[in-house]
Every structure is written in C-alpha cells, then in structure tokens.
C-alpha cells in the first residue's frame, strides 16, 4: 500500500468512525440528562462507580482523546493521562459535582474531542501513537475508541439503555475494538456473530486452539465486555482475562 493510499484509508476510516460518533452523542447526551442528582448519586453497573463516576469518565476520556489528537497532528508525545493515578483522581472529583454541571462537563468535552478532531490534516490519522493501554496503535483508531467508549458507558449507567439498544450501524464496528487485543485463556476462538439487519459477521480472539462461538451481537458484546455472561452464546464460550 502506498503512502497515499494509506492515508486516505487512515482517514476515511476515521471520518466513518467519527460520524458514527456524532450518532451516538444525542442518545448518550439524552439520557445523562434524563439523570437527577439523586441518580447520578446511585450505583452504576461497575463496582465502586456511582453514575456520577460514569458520566465524569466520559468527560475525562474526551479529553484524554484529544491530547492524542494533538499527539499525532504535532508529532509531540502526548499521552491520554499523565497517569493511572491521575485520571482515577479526576474521576473521582468530578463524579458528585450538580447534575447540570456534569451534564454541561460532559457536552463541552464531547466537543472538544469532534473539534480537535475536526483540525486533523488526513496524514495525520496515519500516525504511529501509544494506546493508553501500552500497545501500539494508529491515529485512525482514536474516534473508535470514543465511539466504544459512548456505547458501552451509556450500558453502564444502568438508565434504560442496553446492548440490544445500541445503533445497529455502529455494532460491527464495537465488535471489532472489543475484539482488539482480547484473547481467550485457553485457545483462539472464532466469533460468529448475529447481527440485527440477518447478516453474519466474523470475529477473532488470539490462542492456542481454535473453536467457534455463535451469538447475537447483543449477547456477544456484553460478553466481551465483561458487562454480561455466556449464557446466550453457543459453542462452549472460553474464560477471558479481565477487562481493561
């Protein structure tokens, strides 16, 4: 592939993704304002997490997003947080601020990130950068990520919305960033998923001996997550590591 064909692909794949992104934000946005204070007080899906920490992690990854934005249009390492530490404290100090003051956080950020977005050159999304996890990744992958980040954290917040509400457009595209990096504990396995629209996608986690697993996309991807268990999989779904 040329380098001008890598960086129309780079950027085509991230223009897809962002516009998915924009799609997203009115639901997320939706229902955090749907929340009262008393609400964003109670417990979320994840353990220790009030809503409130949910809707300040959406924030905050915003804003982690756009110091890599900056990272691959400047070429300046710019990591998402400064630190584990860091990022669980800023967390943590937004997560029981008035509800209209997280909402308002929560939009601000999200504009952020589409704006900075916005001022990338299209060889920019082809840069080389480091994922907060440690791997290797490219500038493409960034508005996946806030996409993913959207879908599952408006599951979390245990509000209504769930993984069968989630934009049938969007779900091919969250399989394969929850697939990214997953592995089964004991052997690769092969996703064979059911989508909404009748079609049929595959996926793959890395191992040592292969099998197929088959689910709807729903089932699969709260599985994947760790947001829900096996039980509407067939195919004799593999132990996962923990998530994140």
Do not use: K
């Not at 959207?150 to 969007?170: E, R």
């Not at 394969?176 to 989508?195: I, M, N, Q, S, Y």
């Not at 292969?210 to 999989?233: D, I, K, Y």
């Amino acid at each position: 592939m040329t380098g001008s064909t890598a960086t129309s692909v780079s950027a085509d794949r991230a223009a897809a993704a962002l516009a998915a992104v924009r799609e997203a934000t009115g639901p997320l946005v939706a229902a955090v304002s749907g929340l009262t204070q008393r609400d964003l007080a109670g417990p979320s899906l994840l353990p220790g997490w009030t809503r409130g920490h949910v809707v300040s992690h959406l924030a905050r990854n915003a804003d982690a997003l756009v110091n890599l934005l900056t990272w691959a249009r400047t070429g300046i390492e710019h990591p998402a947080y400064p630190s584990r530490a860091d990022r669980d404290a800023d967390i943590a100090d937004g997560s029981d601020r008035m509800a209209r003051v997280q909402r308002e956080d929560l939009i601000a950020a999200g504009e952020r990130f589409l704006h900075e977005a916005a001022r990338m050159d299209p060889d920019a999304w082809s840069a080389t950068l480091t994922h907060p996890s440690g791997r290797p990744m490219t500038a493409a992958e960034i508005p996946e990520l806030r996409l993913f980040e959207i879908w599952v954290h408006l599951v979390d917040l245990d509000a209504g919305p769930d993984f069968t509400t989630v934009d049938p457009a969007h779900l091919d595209l969250l399989l394969e960033v929850a697939t990214r990096g997953r592995r089964a504990d004991d052997g690769p396995v092969t996703l064979a998923v059911e989508l909404p629209d009748g079609r049929q996608a595959s996926f793959r986690l890395a191992g040592s001996a292969a099998r197929t697993v088959t689910g709807p996309a729903a089932a699969v991807l709260g599985w994947l997550t760790g947001r829900g268990p096996a039980t509407g999989l067939t195919g004799e779904p593999p132990e996962l590591g923990p998530w994140g």
